[in-house]
């Protein structure tokens, strides 16, 4: 893949495609008391395309890094870069898909031998798709004890351009569940 066309995609993890769903799965820590979080900082994050690092996107960086801020803010949570409750860090990347489909040669209304039975052997039929799929992977890690207490998972069709709409609904969206309710 020419080295333009991975820049070009950078701007693209984080896009839904028109009709593409965005799933989300989120998991957390039990023991952890998420009501005594009140602040937190955006400790940084990692991009890459078909695993190679785009971290030099900053581009993409600044537009997930303002969704993580105004997500947890509207979640009652203030921005603090000294002594932050927790430390939140992200790593999206995307990478190439194929998708592929098959069709028998003859309608299913043909009977239980219509596949290499009476009618001969038969012929499928293949469609394939490429497209590009997104992942963010948001982690909120408790600053006192280091340790991870939430994790949400967003994967998505994406195409270029990112835009700032765009990766706000996806990162709200990763939010609704937070913080948790045992």
Not at 26 to 42: E, G, I, K, N, Q
Not at 59 to 76: E, F, H, P, S
Not at 134 to 161: C, F, M, N
Request: aromatic content about 10%; charged content about 25%; proline content about 8%.
């Amino acid at each position: 893949m020419p080295r333009r066309r991975l820049a070009t995609l950078g701007p693209a993890l984080l896009v839904a495609a028109g009709c593409a769903t965005v799933s989300i799965v989120t998991d957390f820590d039990h023991a952890a008391d998420f009501s005594r979080y009140r602040t937190f900082a955006v400790a940084g994050g990692h991009l890459s395309i078909n695993g190679v690092s785009d971290d030099g996107n900053t581009i993409v960086k600044d537009r997930i890094r303002n969704a993580l801020v105004a997500a947890l803010r509207a979640k009652g949570l203030a921005e603090a870069p000294e002594h932050p409750d927790l430390l939140v860090g992200y790593w999206a990347g995307a990478r190439s898909r194929i998708e592929i489909e098959g069709m028998p040669p003859y309608a299913p209304e043909m009977g239980p031998y219509w596949y290499g039975g009476w009618w001969g052997p038969g012929y499928t039929q293949w469609w394939t798709r490429t497209y590009e799929e997104g992942t963010l992977v948001i982690d909120l890690v408790d600053q006192a004890s280091h340790r991870l207490v939430w994790r949400a998972y967003a994967r998505t069709e994406i195409k270029p351009p990112v835009s700032d709409e765009k990766v706000r609904e996806i990162v709200d969206k990763a939010f609704r569940a937070f913080p948790p309710r045992p």
